[in-house]
């Protein structure tokens, strides 16, 4: 899989972070399965926990736009290092995506790192759990 629409979205949309509050501005991208591509930033709040990750943006986006099947996401943070996907946003992947999925962990467009969703998710709680 070639990760530069992924790179390109998700720094573009760390552009459009809103986030008076912390300053820290986050991008994100996933590819669903068709191969759409969707960007999105954080939303803070003044109310702190109403404020959105960049990587549920760009998931709610996508599945609001009738993608449920997440192929692939790409996440940019802090350009000094690889900023990984917080706990809840790990758990929203995990609806939309096989474990196997590539996590892109980018610092800038030359330097990232690519994890699978299982390597930074193990032991999901899915709605296979609820099956039983
Ligand atoms: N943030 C994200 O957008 N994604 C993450 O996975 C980590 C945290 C945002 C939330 C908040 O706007 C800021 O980073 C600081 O926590």
Redesign the pocket.
């Known amino acids: 899989m070639n990760y530069d629409v992924l790179i390109d979205t998700a720094l573009e949309a760390r552009e459009k972070?809103y986030?008076p509050?912390?300053n820290?501005?986050?991008g994100?991208a996933v590819l669903t399965e068709d191969g759409t591509v969707y960007g999105g930033?954080?939303?803070?709040n003044a109310s702190f926990g109403a404020?959105?990750?960049?990587?549920?943006?760009a998931i709610f986006k996508a599945v609001s736009d009738g993608h449920k099947s997440i192929k692939a996401i790409a996440?940019v943070?802090d350009p000094t290092t690889h900023?990984?996907?917080?706990g809840i946003?790990r758990q929203v992947i995990s609806e939309f995506a096989d474990s196997s999925i590539p996590v892109i962990l980018i610092k800038n467009k030359q330097e990232y790192i690519v994890k699978t969703l299982q390597d930074i998710l193990p032991g999901a709680f899915t709605k296979k759990d609820l099956d039983k």
């Open positions: 972070a986030v509050y912390s820290f501005k986050v994100a930033c954080n939303i803070e404020t959105n990750c960049a990587e549920r943006t996440v943070g900023t990984y996907p917080c946003c």
